[in-house]
């Protein structure tokens, strides 16, 4: 590449904050990137209630044909339904044909060998989160259905994706995660699927070294409790993988350290795993750092590996100081100051 055109789409509540964060620390690379221009591009709940639309067109169409790849910060979806509303990531998600989702979470607080270090590879297209959903009047008054879906392809491409990830991890282990015993047809099918990924032709054997555990999804979140070292990677369906993320992200300090991206055979799109933080928004205490690994994850799927690791270690260090962090890591610092703190560790 020449030139490098990432979107940004800041959104709701702390993305405001955060993006633009992420976006100075990628400035800071210099040219360990090539020339980098950036797009911002309007989505979310306040941009819904403004022009009743939360994902405008033009935004997607930029994506599709300007951009090489996307920070999205995050959306207020409220939790009552509002008609004609529905959450632009969730679309985003679709529309891209984001379908794997990638959560590393490790924990790197003092110098202790880190106790975590895991990725939640999280199914990104289908699960309960095709929201298809029905309300019906019954004997039993109101009777609200959803339809949750899983099919081979998605649950065979996110296998593929985990099994490639563990194969170029140095324990190689992966848990599958499902709840088969209840759900067997929908949640049998994403298991039998992910662990038949091994067999497949064009596999060749590669797989042959990754361990392979299965573990349900209630007791696999006790365990990541009890003990989050037994995780390598984690395969999930959309709905538990979100949960399980969310989960391993308090067993490292805060949301705001994790970072993810949306990934698909053409395109990337970094994001907090965190939202929009309605509590804390616009105090400028919101905690960047989950956004400029977000950066980091993107530019390192794009192949940037320097300026990635530059961006990681980076974060890293600060964390470890421990003298400049927001208030989420026991700190007292403002977003601006942990940015300022990056920046000159980059
Ligand atoms: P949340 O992640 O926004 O917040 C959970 C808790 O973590 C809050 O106490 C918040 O203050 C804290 N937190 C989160 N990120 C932080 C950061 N960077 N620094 C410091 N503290 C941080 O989850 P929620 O409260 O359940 O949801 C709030 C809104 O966000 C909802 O409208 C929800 O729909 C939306 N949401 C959006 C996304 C997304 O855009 N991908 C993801 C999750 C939630
Ligand atoms: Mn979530």
């Given at each position: ?321 421990g003298q400049v962090l927001t208030p989420d ?8 100051e942990v940015v300022e703190a990056v920046l000159?560790?980059?």
């Amino acid at each position: 590449r020449k030139s490098l055109t990432i979107g940004l789409i800041p959104a709701d509540g702390i993305g405001r904050e955060v993006i633009p964060a992420a976006k100075q620390a990628i400035l800071a690379l210099g040219s360990d990137l090539p020339k980098t221009e950036f797009v911002e591009l309007l989505a979310g709940f306040e941009y819904f209630k403004r022009t009743g639309t939360a994902l405008p067109d033009e935004t997607v169409e930029i994506l599709k044909y300007d951009c090489d790849c996307a920070l999205f910060g995050a959306v207020s979806s409220p939790s009552k339904k509002v008609v004609g509303y529905s959450s632009p990531i969730v679309a985003l998600r679709k529309e891209l044909d984001l379908y794997a989702n990638i959560r590393p979470v490790i924990s790197v607080r003092g110098n202790e060998k880190p106790s975590v270090d895991l990725v939640v590879v999280r199914e990104n297209t289908e699960c309960l989160y095709i929201k298809q959903e029905e309300l019906t009047v019954g004997p039993n008054g109101k009777e609200a259905r959803a339809t949750r879906l899983i099919t081979e392809r998605a649950s065979r491409r996110i296998g593929q994706i985990a099994f490639e990830l563990a194969s170029k991890r140095p324990r190689k282990h992966l848990t599958v995660i499902h709840k088969s015993n209840v759900l067997s047809v929908t949640d049998g099918l994403f298991r039998e699927t992910v662990r038949a990924v091994p067999l497949l032709p064009e596999v060749n054997g590669r797989y042959n070294d990754v361990t392979v555990m299965e573990q349900l999804v209630d007791s696999a979140v006790y365990r990541l409790f009890r003990e989050p070292q037994i995780f390598d990677v984690m395969v999930a369906p959309n709905l538990y993988g979100d949960i399980i993320s969310d989960a391993a992200a308090a067993l490292v300090g805060s949301l705001g350290l994790v970072p993810s991206i949306n990934a698909g055979d053409d395109f990337v799109m970094g994001e907090p795993v965190h939202g929009s933080a309605p509590d804390i928004a616009g105090q400028s205490i919101a905690n960047p750092l989950a956004s400029i690994r977000s950066a980091a994850l993107m530019l390192r799927h794009l192949g940037y590996t320097k300026g990635a690791d530059r961006l990681d270690i980076a974060v890293d260090q600060v964390i470890r100081e421990g003298q400049v962090l927001t208030p989420d890591l026991g700190g007292k610092s403002k977003t601006e100051e942990v940015v300022e703190a990056v920046l000159k560790k980059i």
